[in-house]
């Protein structure tokens, strides 16, 4: 059974910088399609960054210049670098992971329903004051 955890959550003034993580375990991500999405209070949830198996990424229009996703295949560990928050970046954020992901049924993007993925991190408090 895969377990995703991520962490790295804080709180930061606008303009400043947080690193995420979250670790994969259990379970041999081969094709995949993993990524970041949050939920800020009173909104649905939301994907923000996704890095396939192939080291493909796409942004949300919204942190496009801002967030930077990466992995590190050898840990197991997928990043969200977050540089110049701003408040409106307030929400918890979640790692999670499709899987059974192959680009003939969809392609991985920010947009992908959030059905698909197999697996969900436990989620880490981001807080940007201003």
């Known amino acids: 059974q895969g377990q995703l955890v991520d962490s790295g959550g804080g709180s930061v003034q606008s303009g400043g910088s947080l690193r995420l993580s979250c670790a994969a375990s259990g379970y041999t991500f081969n094709k995949y399609c993993m990524g970041w999405f949050r939920q800020a209070p009173g909104q649905e949830r939301a994907g923000v960054a996704v890095?396939?198996?192939?080291?493909?990424?796409s942004y949300a229009d919204s942190v496009k210049g801002r967030f930077t996703i990466s992995q590190d295949v050898a840990k197991n560990t997928l990043y969200l670098q977050m540089n110049s928050l701003k408040p409106e970046d307030t929400a918890m954020y979640y790692c999670a992971a499709d899987v059974h992901y192959t680009s003939q049924h969809y392609l991985c993007r920010p947009s992908v329903s959030q059905e698909r993925m197999d697996y969900w991190g436990n989620g880490s408090l981001v807080t940007i004051s201003s």
């Open positions: 890095i396939d198996s192939d080291g493909g990424t």
